[in-house]
């Protein structure tokens, strides 16, 4: 069963599937938009996959990362860094 759904498009999208249309690569603007929304669902389908497969090892990585010891202060870490970039650029 087909669902008619009509939608806007900014000028560069609706120019982007007439040239789609006219080079040939799709029959139609209703198909050239069906493989837009197909493809769209696709990479959705991927992501979701992709981010619960990467629960387990973000967890892993924060349990690392906690287990490595006490942080340092950013603004302590760039300051020496800055002071010691000076030392070398003046010559020191």
């Known amino acids: 069963m087909n669902k008619r759904v009509t939608v806007d498009l900014a000028d ?8 789609a249309v006219a080079d040939g690569r799709f029959a139609s603007e209703a198909e050239a ?4 929304v197909a493809a ?16 387990p090892r973000l967890r892993r990585m924060v349990e690392e990362g906690l ?9 302590a870490v760039f ?9 070398r650029t003046s010559g020191q």
């Open 12 to 19: 560069d999208e609706a120019r982007a599937i007439e040239a």
């Open 33 to 36: 938009v069906r493989a837009a």
């Open 40 to 55: 769209w669902a696709a990479n959705e389908a991927d992501d979701a996959d992709m981010r619960e497969a990467d629960i």
């Open 67 to 75: 287990a490595s010891g006490p942080s340092l202060d950013a603004d």
């Open 79 to 87: 300051s020496r860094l800055r002071e010691r970039v000076a030392l």
